[in-house]
């Protein structure tokens, strides 16, 4: 057989040969890989299996908008508080600081808005979905009224509740509901200048209106000053409307209804626009001024009397630490009951709040004792908890003074929602009345028109 011949030959012999081999070992391979796949898939299995079973599982990951203080996102809450005065600011800011330092995963966001345009900016604040979290304001009825606000129960704790005077936190409850938070209290009086009065020869403060008026004309006619000050603007222009009707024995509402042209009413507006008008004792131009513009001209010597609130000390002793000053209960009208205007200002949390728990912390914060009573003092106000109450008229005989008032305290209707548009109007008939544009009379009958409708 030719060499090339036994060569193919022994080529394609051993080709096949190899070829039948190949074959046998790959079907060897493929069979060793499945069984080896199968085994590795049970054995994934048992693993699988004794893990679910002996380790918890994973909880789901918040979304982006649950805040998470593992991925470092901190609660964010609003708190919009009133400017009481220039320290009202750099307190609270202190505060808030102190607050983070302890609370990490919470941010506070403050804004201190002037009594001024407070309510303007809050009803903005609601009209576009931007409802701050916490509110400081002197009124809450409304909010509640539209179901806007959180029952108080649901934010704070047992231990805060139980801080405040009974009638304080009461004052906050509308249909057995608190929603108002109690902040501060303040109780009035009458101021009055000493030195004024001296030379005047007037030997002390009136306590009648007949001897109100007597007096401011008397400082009027002796020393040439504004014997009495009238405040009546927004600002808080319904407190003096209060002090003469009240003092008369008149009221905003009687029998759960508006009386705001009963006859007292009328008589002690009267009387107040005398002063203005035909006696020409107050300020010229009550309408143009506000409390706090006041008090500043009543501690430049400027105006021998006025009635306001407790804190003014505290300014006085800031601004004008030589004044010579007294304080007096409010003159009534001869044979009325004796009575003290009580203003309580309060917090509310809107229901809009992401983060109730996180509002719920800032408030035992802040109502701490010794830092509750440190802004008490600061403001000059009185304290809503009876611990600051207690430790504060043990220090202060004039703050003792006051918080003995509290019983005979009269409060603005603060539980009827329509207060909030009846306090603006009735500082509009009193300034009415105030310039001669309508008589008491007049103005109060179509306020109470309003109040009925």
Not at 116 to 134: A, F, H, R
Not at 275 to 292: F, H, M, S
Not at 421 to 441: N, S
Request: aromatic share 10%; charged share 25%.
């Amino acid at each position: 057989m030719p060499v090339a011949v036994v060569r193919e030959t022994a080529s394609k012999s051993v080709f096949q040969t190899n070829s039948n081999e190949g074959e046998l070992r790959l079907k060897k391979m493929k069979r060793f890989r499945w069984m080896g796949f199968v085994s590795l898939f049970m054995l994934m299995s048992t693993l699988l299996m004794a893990c679910s079973s002996s380790e918890p599982k994973e909880e789901a990951k918040p979304t982006s908008s649950t805040p998470s203080s593992s991925s470092g996102e901190k609660k964010e809450i609003t708190f919009v508080a009133a400017q009481y005065s220039n320290e009202t600011g750099p307190f609270l800011q202190k505060v808030v600081e102190d607050f983070e330092k302890e609370n990490s995963d919470i941010k506070v966001n403050l804004q201190i808005v002037g009594w001024d345009v407070l309510e303007q900016k809050v009803n903005t604040m609601v009209s576009t979905n931007q409802t701050p979290d916490i509110l400081n304001l002197n009124h809450y009825a409304a909010y509640a009224g539209d179901d806007l606000l959180l029952p108080l129960d649901e934010v704070i704790s047992p231990e805060l509740k139980a801080k405040f005077y009974e009638s304080f936190y009461q004052a906050g409850e509308l249909d057995g509901t608190a929603y108002g938070l109690p902040l501060l209290a303040s109780i009035r009086g009458l101021y009055y200048n000493k030195e004024l009065f001296e030379q005047a020869g007037i030997s002390e403060p009136p306590k009648t209106w007949e001897e109100l008026r007597e007096t401011a004309k008397t400082i009027k006619e002796k020393t040439g000053v504004d014997g009495f000050g009238v405040p009546m603007t927004t600002f808080e222009g319904q407190a003096y409307f209060s002090y003469f009707i009240w003092g008369n024995g008149g009221d905003w509402k009687r029998d759960g209804k508006w009386v705001l042209n009963s006859p007292e009413n009328v008589e002690g507006l009267q009387f107040l626009a005398d002063l203005v008008q035909k006696d020409k004792v107050t300020n010229p131009q009550p309408t143009a001024i506000n409390r706090d513009e006041l008090q500043k001209v009543f501690g430049a010597g400027k105006v021998g009397m006025m009635i306001t609130a407790n804190f003014l000390p505290t300014i006085l002793k800031k601004d004008a630490p030589n004044l010579q000053y007294g304080v007096a209960p409010i003159p009534i009208n001869e044979g009325k009951e004796p009575f003290n205007l009580g203003v309580e200002d309060f917090l509310m949390v809107f229901k809009s709040t992401k983060h109730p728990d996180a509002v719920g912390k800032f408030l035992d914060f802040l109502y701490d004792d010794q830092r509750y009573e440190e802004f008490m003092k600061t403001e000059g106000m009185l304290p809503a908890t009876k611990a600051a109450g207690e430790s504060m008229s043990n220090q202060d005989p004039l703050t003792a003074q006051f918080i003995s008032q509290l019983p005979i305290a009269k409060f603005y209707p603060l539980t009827d929602p329509k207060f909030t548009e009846m306090r603006l109007e009735t500082i509009k008939a009193v300034q009415e009345a105030l310039l001669g544009q309508k008589t008491p009379q007049e103005a109060l009958d179509q306020l109470q028109q309003k109040a009925e409708q």
